[in-house]
């Protein structure tokens, strides 16, 4: 089992930056893959950015060039930095994990982005 908390969204102008925290209990090397999930107002979740096998990463076409997943290991921690925040960026967003084929997910954490 594994407890993941989100922290750092916030109110953004567009064109701003924000990073986000994924904090994990227990070693992210044992976590087979994790990454980022958000869901806009009306919209269905969507997947954001992944590490999958291992470092690989994977984003959505919509925020490539601008989002970037990276990852502590020593701190258990997952982040994404986001930069040029445009208003449709604007979402709750998840941090999710995968262990032993179950999925876990954090509490998520409201990003607004204002034009």
């Known amino acids: 089992q594994v407890q993941l908390v989100e922290s750092g969204g916030g109110l953004v102008q567009a064109g701003g930056s924000l990073r986000l925290s994924c904090a994990a209990s227990?070693?992210?090397?044992?976590?087979?893959?994790m990454g980022w999930y958000r869901q806009g107002p009306g919209k269905q979740r969507e997947l954001v950015a992944s590490?999958?096998?291992?470092?690989?990463?994977n984003y959505a076409d919509s925020v490539k060039g601008r989002f970037t997943i990276s990852r502590d290991n020593a701190k258990n921690t997952v982040y994404l930095q986001m930069n040029s925040l445009k208003p449709e960026d604007t979402a709750v967003y998840y941090c999710y994990g995968t262990l032993w084929g179950l999925d876990y997910w954090g509490q998520g954490t409201q990003v607004t982005v204002s034009s």
């Open positions: 590490f999958t096998s291992g470092t690989s990463t």
């Open positions: 227990r070693s992210i090397f044992s976590i087979n893959s």
